[in-house]
Protein backbone atom coordinates (compact mmCIF):
# COMPACT_ATOMS: atom_id res chain seq x y z
CA UNK A 1 0.00 0.00 0.00
CA UNK A 2 1.27 3.26 -1.13
CA UNK A 3 1.26 5.86 1.51
CA UNK A 4 -0.64 9.36 0.36
CA UNK A 5 0.79 11.74 1.88
CA UNK A 6 -0.05 15.27 2.71
CA UNK A 7 2.55 17.95 4.07
CA UNK A 8 1.67 20.96 6.57
CA UNK A 9 4.19 23.39 7.03
CA UNK A 10 3.81 27.31 7.73
CA UNK A 11 7.20 27.44 5.68
CA UNK A 12 6.98 26.94 1.90
CA UNK A 13 10.63 26.59 1.59
CA UNK A 14 10.09 23.41 3.96
CA UNK A 15 7.01 22.06 2.18
CA UNK A 16 9.55 22.29 -0.81
CA UNK A 17 12.34 20.42 1.07
CA UNK A 18 9.84 17.67 2.76
CA UNK A 19 8.30 17.10 -1.14
CA UNK A 20 11.95 16.73 -2.49
CA UNK A 21 12.98 14.56 0.38
CA UNK A 22 10.04 11.88 0.21
CA UNK A 23 10.10 12.18 -3.86
CA UNK A 24 12.25 9.12 -4.02
CA UNK A 25 11.04 7.03 -1.54
CA UNK A 26 9.07 4.48 -2.41
CA UNK A 27 5.31 3.76 -1.09
CA UNK A 28 5.06 6.89 -0.19
CA UNK A 29 3.81 9.72 -2.67
CA UNK A 30 3.11 13.51 -1.67
CA UNK A 31 0.00 14.53 -2.99
CA UNK A 32 0.15 17.70 -1.72
CA UNK A 33 1.58 20.48 0.83
CA UNK A 34 0.11 23.15 2.51
CA UNK A 35 0.87 26.22 5.00
CA UNK A 36 -2.16 26.00 7.20
CA UNK A 37 -5.20 23.60 7.52
CA UNK A 38 -7.29 25.93 4.60
CA UNK A 39 -4.70 25.48 2.27
CA UNK A 40 -5.08 21.72 2.77
CA UNK A 41 -8.73 21.47 2.34
CA UNK A 42 -8.97 21.37 -1.31
CA UNK A 43 -6.01 18.98 -1.56
CA UNK A 44 -7.81 16.34 0.32
CA UNK A 45 -10.52 16.63 -1.39
CA UNK A 46 -8.63 15.62 -4.76
CA UNK A 47 -6.22 13.54 -3.22
CA UNK A 48 -7.67 11.07 -0.11
CA UNK A 49 -4.55 11.39 1.68
CA UNK A 50 -3.54 8.30 3.86
CA UNK A 51 -1.57 10.29 6.35
CA UNK A 52 -0.41 13.92 6.95
CA UNK A 53 3.00 15.03 8.46
CA UNK A 54 3.14 17.98 10.32
CA UNK A 55 6.10 20.12 10.61
CA UNK A 56 4.94 22.41 13.24
CA UNK A 57 6.25 23.53 16.07
CA UNK A 58 3.22 25.74 18.11
CA UNK A 59 -0.04 24.61 19.57
CA UNK A 60 0.37 21.09 18.27
CA UNK A 61 -2.31 19.48 20.44
CA UNK A 62 -4.48 21.89 19.14
CA UNK A 63 -3.74 21.50 15.55
CA UNK A 64 -3.76 17.68 16.10
CA UNK A 65 -7.95 18.37 17.04
CA UNK A 66 -8.52 20.10 14.01
CA UNK A 67 -6.36 18.40 11.72
CA UNK A 68 -8.32 15.27 13.29
CA UNK A 69 -11.74 16.76 12.84
CA UNK A 70 -11.04 18.23 8.55
CA UNK A 71 -8.87 14.83 7.83
CA UNK A 72 -10.36 12.11 9.78
CA UNK A 73 -8.61 9.50 6.81
CA UNK A 74 -5.14 11.03 6.96
CA UNK A 75 -3.20 9.74 9.85
CA UNK A 76 -1.35 12.18 11.66
CA UNK A 77 2.28 12.08 11.95
CA UNK A 78 4.00 15.27 13.93
CA UNK A 79 7.58 16.22 13.93
CA UNK A 80 8.88 16.93 17.12
CA UNK A 81 12.20 17.82 18.74
CA UNK A 82 12.78 14.82 21.32
CA UNK A 83 10.92 11.92 21.74
CA UNK A 84 9.59 12.92 25.52
CA UNK A 85 6.23 11.58 26.78
CA UNK A 86 4.98 14.66 27.75
CA UNK A 87 5.03 16.15 24.33
CA UNK A 88 3.86 13.15 22.86
CA UNK A 89 0.70 12.03 24.89
CA UNK A 90 -0.88 15.54 24.37
CA UNK A 91 -0.68 14.77 20.69
CA UNK A 92 -1.80 11.28 20.94
CA UNK A 93 -5.03 12.17 23.16
CA UNK A 94 -5.34 14.72 20.21
CA UNK A 95 -5.59 12.18 17.77
CA UNK A 96 -2.29 12.02 15.98
CA UNK A 97 -0.81 8.37 15.70
CA UNK A 98 2.73 8.83 15.74
CA UNK A 99 5.71 11.69 16.20
CA UNK A 100 8.86 11.42 14.65
CA UNK A 101 11.63 12.97 16.31
CA UNK A 102 13.73 15.43 14.74
CA UNK A 103 16.78 13.28 14.94
CA UNK A 104 15.50 10.12 13.32
CA UNK A 105 16.53 9.18 9.93
CA UNK A 106 14.79 9.13 6.87
CA UNK A 107 14.01 5.86 6.68
CA UNK A 108 12.27 6.31 9.96
CA UNK A 109 9.75 8.94 8.55
CA UNK A 110 9.22 6.86 5.56
CA UNK A 111 8.26 3.92 7.66
CA UNK A 112 6.38 6.27 10.06
CA UNK A 113 4.03 7.41 7.17
CA UNK A 114 3.47 4.08 6.26
CA UNK A 115 2.34 3.08 9.39
CA UNK A 116 -0.02 6.28 10.61
CA UNK A 117 -1.21 5.98 6.32
CA UNK A 118 -2.63 2.18 8.27
CA UNK A 119 -3.75 3.44 11.27
CA UNK A 120 -0.89 1.96 12.97
CA UNK A 121 1.02 3.41 15.98
CA UNK A 122 4.60 4.48 14.98
CA UNK A 123 6.47 5.57 18.55
CA UNK A 124 9.66 4.26 19.23
CA UNK A 125 8.77 1.14 21.22
CA UNK A 126 9.95 2.20 24.77
CA UNK A 127 8.26 5.69 24.66
CA UNK A 128 5.01 3.66 23.17
CA UNK A 129 4.19 0.96 25.86
CA UNK A 130 4.79 4.49 28.77
CA UNK A 131 2.31 6.48 26.00
CA UNK A 132 -0.32 3.32 25.97
CA UNK A 133 -0.01 2.96 29.62
CA UNK A 134 -0.40 6.56 30.40
CA UNK A 135 -3.22 6.80 28.27
CA UNK A 136 -5.12 3.33 29.74
CA UNK A 137 -4.86 5.03 33.01
CA UNK A 138 -7.23 7.42 31.82
CA UNK A 139 -9.46 5.26 30.18
CA UNK A 140 -13.44 3.06 31.15
CA UNK A 141 -12.03 -0.61 31.99
CA UNK A 142 -11.81 -3.11 29.47
CA UNK A 143 -13.99 -5.66 29.27
CA UNK A 144 -12.92 -9.42 29.73
CA UNK A 145 -12.40 -11.88 26.62
CA UNK A 146 -15.19 -14.02 25.53
CA UNK A 147 -13.42 -15.81 23.53
CA UNK A 148 -9.77 -17.54 23.95
CA UNK A 149 -6.88 -16.15 21.97
CA UNK A 150 -4.70 -17.87 20.46
CA UNK A 151 -0.92 -18.38 21.34
CA UNK A 152 -0.01 -16.84 17.89
CA UNK A 153 -2.83 -13.50 18.74
CA UNK A 154 -1.76 -13.08 22.30
CA UNK A 155 1.85 -12.89 20.88
CA UNK A 156 0.86 -10.51 18.33
CA UNK A 157 -0.97 -8.62 20.94
CA UNK A 158 1.57 -8.23 23.20
CA UNK A 159 3.99 -7.19 20.34
CA UNK A 160 1.34 -4.24 19.43
CA UNK A 161 0.92 -3.29 23.59
CA UNK A 162 5.25 -2.98 23.05
CA UNK A 163 4.27 0.21 19.99
CA UNK A 164 5.22 -1.95 17.10
CA UNK A 165 4.08 -1.61 13.79
CA UNK A 166 2.47 -4.63 11.90
CA UNK A 167 5.72 -4.57 10.35
CA UNK A 168 7.57 -4.72 12.92
CA UNK A 169 5.91 -7.17 14.46
CA UNK A 170 6.14 -9.26 11.16
CA UNK A 171 9.58 -8.55 11.03
CA UNK A 172 9.91 -10.44 14.74
CA UNK A 173 7.66 -13.22 14.18
CA UNK A 174 9.40 -13.50 10.64
CA UNK A 175 5.84 -14.13 9.10
CA UNK A 176 4.21 -11.76 5.98
CA UNK A 177 2.55 -8.78 6.92
CA UNK A 178 -0.86 -9.84 5.30
CA UNK A 179 -0.34 -12.81 8.04
CA UNK A 180 0.16 -10.17 11.26
CA UNK A 181 -3.13 -8.43 8.98
CA UNK A 182 -5.14 -11.47 8.95
CA UNK A 183 -4.61 -12.11 12.81
CA UNK A 184 -5.30 -8.88 13.91
CA UNK A 185 -9.03 -8.84 12.49
CA UNK A 186 -9.33 -11.78 14.09
CA UNK A 187 -7.92 -10.11 17.22
CA UNK A 188 -9.93 -7.15 17.14
CA UNK A 189 -12.79 -9.32 16.59
CA UNK A 190 -12.45 -11.09 19.85
CA UNK A 191 -11.20 -7.95 21.89
CA UNK A 192 -14.27 -6.06 20.50
CA UNK A 193 -12.33 -3.10 19.88
CA UNK A 194 -12.27 -1.03 16.08
CA UNK A 195 -8.69 0.33 15.84
CA UNK A 196 -5.05 -0.77 17.08
CA UNK A 197 -4.87 1.61 19.48
CA UNK A 198 -7.73 0.65 21.65
CA UNK A 199 -6.46 -2.74 20.88
CA UNK A 200 -2.98 -1.87 22.71
CA UNK A 201 -4.80 0.00 25.28
CA UNK A 202 -6.66 -3.27 26.12
CA UNK A 203 -3.61 -5.38 26.26
CA UNK A 204 -1.79 -2.43 28.45
CA UNK A 205 -4.82 -3.08 30.93
CA UNK A 206 -4.00 -6.70 30.77
CA UNK A 207 -0.18 -6.26 31.45
CA UNK A 208 1.09 -7.47 27.82
CA UNK A 209 3.58 -5.66 27.52
CA UNK A 210 4.71 -6.33 30.49
CA UNK A 211 5.15 -10.23 29.47
CA UNK A 212 8.22 -10.90 27.76
CA UNK A 213 6.98 -14.29 26.38
CA UNK A 214 5.93 -12.68 22.88
CA UNK A 215 9.78 -11.37 22.15
CA UNK A 216 12.19 -13.25 20.33
CA UNK B 1 -3.68 -24.90 3.35
CA UNK B 2 -2.35 -22.53 0.34
CA UNK B 3 0.51 -23.45 -1.08
CA UNK B 4 3.44 -21.07 -0.73
CA UNK B 5 5.34 -19.84 -3.92
CA UNK B 6 8.90 -19.65 -4.06
CA UNK B 7 11.52 -18.07 -6.39
CA UNK B 8 14.96 -18.06 -6.47
CA UNK B 9 17.09 -15.31 -7.76
CA UNK B 10 21.01 -15.28 -8.16
CA UNK B 11 22.73 -12.27 -7.61
CA UNK B 12 26.57 -11.17 -8.28
CA UNK B 13 28.12 -10.04 -5.26
CA UNK B 14 30.85 -6.99 -6.23
CA UNK B 15 29.98 -7.63 -9.79
CA UNK B 16 26.35 -5.57 -9.14
CA UNK B 17 28.92 -2.60 -8.44
CA UNK B 18 30.01 -2.12 -12.51
CA UNK B 19 28.48 -0.81 -14.66
CA UNK B 20 26.54 -3.72 -16.45
CA UNK B 21 22.55 -4.33 -17.01
CA UNK B 22 22.62 -6.06 -13.85
CA UNK B 23 23.63 -3.33 -11.71
CA UNK B 24 22.39 -2.87 -7.91
CA UNK B 25 19.70 -0.34 -9.52
CA UNK B 26 18.28 -3.19 -11.98
CA UNK B 27 17.96 -5.75 -8.59
CA UNK B 28 16.40 -3.32 -6.30
CA UNK B 29 14.01 -2.06 -9.17
CA UNK B 30 13.57 -5.85 -9.99
CA UNK B 31 12.23 -6.87 -6.20
CA UNK B 32 10.46 -3.75 -5.29
CA UNK B 33 8.32 -4.67 -8.37
CA UNK B 34 8.41 -8.27 -7.22
CA UNK B 35 7.64 -6.77 -3.84
CA UNK B 36 8.26 -10.64 -1.95
CA UNK B 37 6.33 -10.74 1.75
CA UNK B 38 8.95 -12.60 2.50
CA UNK B 39 13.14 -12.10 1.27
CA UNK B 40 15.03 -14.51 2.44
CA UNK B 41 18.84 -13.28 2.66
CA UNK B 42 22.05 -15.56 3.28
CA UNK B 43 22.90 -13.85 6.25
CA UNK B 44 22.76 -15.01 9.79
CA UNK B 45 19.79 -14.52 12.27
CA UNK B 46 23.09 -12.77 14.21
CA UNK B 47 23.88 -10.65 11.77
CA UNK B 48 20.79 -9.53 11.54
CA UNK B 49 19.65 -9.21 14.83
CA UNK B 50 23.02 -6.59 15.29
CA UNK B 51 22.37 -5.19 11.74
CA UNK B 52 25.60 -6.00 11.50
CA UNK B 53 25.76 -5.85 7.73
CA UNK B 54 29.81 -4.61 7.29
CA UNK B 55 30.62 -8.29 5.83
CA UNK B 56 27.55 -8.82 3.49
CA UNK B 57 28.05 -8.29 -0.39
CA UNK B 58 26.66 -5.47 -1.96
CA UNK B 59 23.73 -6.40 -3.08
CA UNK B 60 22.41 -6.96 0.73
CA UNK B 61 24.10 -4.03 2.25
CA UNK B 62 23.49 -1.27 -0.44
CA UNK B 63 20.57 -2.87 -2.35
CA UNK B 64 18.34 -4.90 -0.80
CA UNK B 65 18.19 -4.65 3.14
CA UNK B 66 17.81 -0.49 2.77
CA UNK B 67 14.82 -1.67 0.39
CA UNK B 68 13.06 -4.12 3.02
CA UNK B 69 13.60 -1.35 5.44
CA UNK B 70 11.19 1.00 3.24
CA UNK B 71 8.90 -1.37 1.92
CA UNK B 72 6.18 -3.92 3.44
CA UNK B 73 9.16 -7.14 2.64
CA UNK B 74 10.23 -8.96 5.80
CA UNK B 75 13.75 -10.00 5.64
CA UNK B 76 14.31 -13.72 6.85
CA UNK B 77 17.74 -14.36 7.64
CA UNK B 78 18.38 -18.18 6.37
CA UNK B 79 22.40 -18.48 6.90
CA UNK B 80 23.82 -20.79 9.66
CA UNK B 81 26.85 -19.81 11.53
CA UNK B 82 29.81 -21.76 9.21
CA UNK B 83 29.71 -20.11 5.77
CA UNK B 84 31.90 -21.33 3.22
CA UNK B 85 35.47 -20.21 3.16
CA UNK B 86 35.98 -18.69 -0.76
CA UNK B 87 37.75 -21.92 -2.95
CA UNK B 88 41.20 -22.16 -3.22
CA UNK B 89 44.11 -24.54 -4.00
CA UNK B 90 47.35 -24.67 -4.59
CA UNK B 91 49.59 -25.16 -7.62
CA UNK B 92 47.49 -26.13 -11.06
CA UNK B 93 44.07 -26.56 -9.49
CA UNK B 94 44.87 -22.91 -8.17
CA UNK B 95 45.48 -21.85 -11.60
CA UNK B 96 42.85 -23.72 -13.24
CA UNK B 97 40.48 -21.82 -10.51
CA UNK B 98 41.91 -18.53 -11.78
CA UNK B 99 41.12 -19.22 -14.80
CA UNK B 100 37.37 -20.13 -14.13
CA UNK B 101 36.85 -16.70 -11.87
CA UNK B 102 37.94 -14.82 -15.31
CA UNK B 103 35.47 -16.81 -17.26
CA UNK B 104 32.39 -16.16 -14.24
CA UNK B 105 33.37 -12.66 -14.11
CA UNK B 106 32.86 -12.36 -18.07
CA UNK B 107 29.70 -14.38 -18.06
CA UNK B 108 28.56 -12.26 -15.04
CA UNK B 109 29.46 -8.63 -16.72
CA UNK B 110 27.95 -9.76 -20.05
CA UNK B 111 24.52 -11.11 -18.69
CA UNK B 112 21.79 -8.08 -20.13
CA UNK B 113 19.55 -8.46 -17.24
CA UNK B 114 18.69 -10.40 -14.25
CA UNK B 115 17.26 -13.20 -16.52
CA UNK B 116 20.10 -13.52 -18.67
CA UNK B 117 22.21 -14.31 -15.17
CA UNK B 118 19.50 -16.82 -13.93
CA UNK B 119 18.61 -18.69 -16.72
CA UNK B 120 19.84 -19.89 -20.09
CA UNK B 121 22.95 -20.67 -21.62
CA UNK B 122 24.87 -18.41 -19.39
CA UNK B 123 23.45 -19.34 -16.52
CA UNK B 124 24.08 -23.19 -17.18
CA UNK B 125 27.80 -22.62 -18.04
CA UNK B 126 28.41 -20.48 -14.71
CA UNK B 127 27.02 -23.32 -12.78
CA UNK B 128 29.62 -25.60 -14.69
CA UNK B 129 32.04 -23.19 -13.86
CA UNK B 130 31.26 -23.12 -10.27
CA UNK B 131 31.09 -27.21 -10.34
CA UNK B 132 34.24 -27.46 -11.69
CA UNK B 133 36.18 -24.85 -9.08
CA UNK B 134 34.44 -26.89 -6.39
CA UNK B 135 35.70 -30.35 -7.65
CA UNK B 136 39.15 -28.53 -8.12
CA UNK B 137 39.30 -27.09 -4.95
CA UNK B 138 38.51 -30.00 -2.78
CA UNK B 139 36.05 -32.35 -1.18
CA UNK B 140 36.51 -30.15 1.85
CA UNK B 141 35.00 -27.15 0.43
CA UNK B 142 32.49 -29.32 -1.95
CA UNK B 143 31.25 -30.39 1.65
CA UNK B 144 30.94 -26.79 3.22
CA UNK B 145 28.94 -25.89 0.16
CA UNK B 146 26.76 -28.81 0.46
CA UNK B 147 26.24 -28.02 4.00
CA UNK B 148 25.81 -24.36 3.24
CA UNK B 149 22.89 -25.02 0.70
CA UNK B 150 21.15 -27.67 2.71
CA UNK B 151 20.83 -24.98 5.73
CA UNK B 152 19.79 -22.56 3.42
CA UNK B 153 17.12 -24.78 1.44
CA UNK B 154 15.97 -26.09 5.46
CA UNK B 155 15.61 -22.24 6.86
CA UNK B 156 13.42 -21.52 3.09
CA UNK B 157 11.62 -24.24 3.80
CA UNK B 158 10.69 -23.40 7.58
CA UNK B 159 9.84 -19.65 6.09
CA UNK B 160 7.37 -21.02 3.78
CA UNK B 161 5.77 -23.53 6.33
CA UNK B 162 5.54 -21.07 8.97
CA UNK B 163 3.38 -18.87 6.66
CA UNK B 164 1.59 -20.90 4.18
CA UNK B 165 0.23 -19.14 1.05
CA UNK B 166 2.59 -15.66 1.14
CA UNK B 167 5.46 -15.14 -1.91
CA UNK B 168 9.03 -15.86 -1.53
CA UNK B 169 12.10 -14.41 -2.82
CA UNK B 170 15.15 -16.01 -2.28
CA UNK B 171 18.09 -13.95 -3.07
CA UNK B 172 21.52 -15.66 -2.65
CA UNK B 173 24.96 -15.99 -4.67
CA UNK B 174 24.16 -17.11 -8.07
CA UNK B 175 26.28 -20.46 -7.45
CA UNK B 176 23.72 -21.43 -4.95
CA UNK B 177 20.55 -20.74 -6.36
CA UNK B 178 20.68 -23.50 -8.93
CA UNK B 179 20.95 -26.40 -6.54
CA UNK B 180 18.16 -24.49 -4.31
CA UNK B 181 15.92 -24.88 -6.91
CA UNK B 182 16.88 -28.27 -7.15
CA UNK B 183 16.21 -28.84 -3.66
CA UNK B 184 13.01 -26.73 -3.42
CA UNK B 185 11.56 -28.79 -6.91
CA UNK B 186 8.72 -31.17 -5.84
CA UNK B 187 8.67 -29.95 -1.84
CA UNK B 188 5.36 -30.72 -0.60
CA UNK B 189 3.20 -27.77 0.05
CA UNK B 190 5.25 -25.08 -1.81
CA UNK B 191 5.03 -24.18 -5.33
CA UNK B 192 8.83 -23.40 -7.19
CA UNK B 193 8.47 -20.76 -9.97
CA UNK B 194 10.64 -18.36 -11.97
CA UNK B 195 11.52 -14.84 -10.54
CA UNK B 196 9.25 -13.15 -13.01
CA UNK B 197 6.46 -14.77 -12.21
CA UNK B 198 6.54 -14.52 -8.26
Known amino acids: MTAKVLILSPSPLRNAAWRALLAGQPEVTVIGAGVNIETL ?176 | MSSTTIAVLGTLADFHREPIPYNLGALVQLVRRIRPDLLCLDLTPEQWRARAFADLPPEYREALLPLADQTDIVVVPIAGDCPPPEPAAPGWRGRVIRWAWSGLATLHRSAPGPAGANQGWRHEAANWLYTLIGWLAGPDLRRDWKNHIDHLTRQVLEAARRDPGCRILVAVNVRYCHHIRHALHGQPDVRLVDFSEL
Open chain 1, 41 to 216: APLAAAGTPTALLADVSEGQAELARQLKASLPQAGLLFLVPAYSLGEILPLLQAGALGCVAHTASVPDLVRGLIAVSRGELFLPPAIAAQALVALARGEAPAPDLTEPLSEREAEILGLLAQGLTNKDIAQTLIVSVRTVEAHLRNLFAKLGVRSRTEAALWAVRHGYPLDDRSRR
